[in-house]
C-alpha cells in the first residue's frame, strides 16, 4: 500500500520555464513534507519542506504547495535551469514519529 | 566538516556471506536511519534509531541486523537472510522532521 505516491515517472521542461512536480498521500495523519532532489549515485539531499499548518512555503526558487483536502502537495521550481535535472522526491512523516515515508521519485530533465 | 559518512562507496560480495555497511555522523543528531534504493523505486526503511543503544525495525527489516552502541554510528549488517541484498543503501540523521543522508554505499552480491 503506497501511501505517498509520485505518479510521474518524468517530467521534462526547457530552461527558463515552470517545473512542476506533484505528489499525492492517502494517510490524512501526516503532518510534516518534504522535497528531497537527488543525483545518480549521490545521497538525496534536502530542498524545501512543509508543515501541514501552512499552505505554501517558499525558498528562492522553490516553492511547495499543500492542498490538505485533496491530499496534494507540489513542487514548483522557476525559473528552471538545467542543473536541476535530477530525481525529486517527496516525503512525508507524521507526529513526533519523524520516519519519512518516500514517494518512488520524479526524473526532472531540464533542456537547456 | 559535519555530515555523514558511509563506506566503501562500492562493495562486492559473495552470495552467502554476511556483509557489515558503515555509517558515520557528527551532526549531534539522535536519530539514525538506515534505507534501502532500488531501480524505480523511492527509499524504504530498513531500520532506525531514535536514541543510543535503541532501534526499531522498518518496512523491510528481514534480513538485516543493526546496532548502535554510540550516538555517531550505526552499521548495518546485511545477512545471508536477505533474498535479494544487492542495492543502493543510504544512511540517514534526523533532526526532527529533517533528515540529511549520506553518499551512499552500493552492494553487489556475485
Known amino acids: 500500500d503506497q501511501q505517498v505516491k509520485q505518479n510521474s515517472p518524468s517530467l521534462s521542461v526547457q530552461e527558463g520555464r515552470i517545473s512542476i512536480l506533484n505528489c499525492d498521500y492517502t494517510?490524512?495523519?501526516?503532518?510534516?513534507f518534504l522535497w528531497y532532489k537527488k543525483y545518480p549515485a549521490e545521497g538525496p539531499t534536502f530542498l524545501i519542506s512543509?508543515?501541514?499548518?501552512?499552505d505554501k512555503n517558499e525558498d528562492g526558487r522553490f516553492t511547495v504547495f499543500l492542498n490538505k483536502s485533496a491530499k496534494h502537495l507540489s513542487l514548483h521550481i522557476v525559473p528552471s535551469q538545467p542543473g536541476d535535472s535530477a530525481v525529486y522526491f517527496c516525503?512525508?512523516?507524521?507526529?513526533?514519529?519523524?520516519?519519512?515515508?518516500f514517494g518512488k521519485g520524479t526524473l526532472l530533465t531540464v533542456n537547456p | 566538516d559535519g555530515g555523514i559518512t558511509q563506506s566503501p562507496k562500492y562493495l562486492f560480495r559473495k552470495e552467502g556471506q554476511n556483509v557489515t555497511l558503515s555509517c558515520e555522523q557528527n551532526?549531534?543528531?539522535?536519530?539514525m536511519y538506515w534505507y534501502r534504493q532500488d531501480p524505480g523505486q523511492g527509499l524504504r526503511l530498513i531500520y532506525y534509531?531514535?536514541?543510543?543503544?535503541?532501534?526499531q525495525k522498518g518496512d523491510i527489516a528481514e534480513g538485516y541486523s543493526v546496532s548502535r552502541e554510540k550516538k555517531e554510528s550505526f552499521p548495518l549488517t546485511v545477512t545471508s537472510a536477505q533474498k535479494n541484498p544487492t542495492a543502493f543503501y543510504l544512511c540517514?540523521?534526523?533532526?526532527?522532521?529533517?533528515?540529511?543522508f549520506g553518499p551512499g554505499t552500493r552492494l553487489t552480491v556475485l
Open positions: 512543509i508543515s501541514s499548518i501552512k
Open positions: 494517510n490524512s495523519m501526516f503532518d510534516y
Open positions: 540517514a540523521s534526523g533532526l526532527h522532521n529533517e533528515q540529511f
Open positions: 534509531s531514535q536514541i543510543v543503544n535503541d532501534f
Open positions: 516525503a512525508a512523516s507524521r507526529g513526533s514519529n519523524y520516519k519519512l515515508t
Open positions: 551532526l549531534n543528531h539522535d536519530a
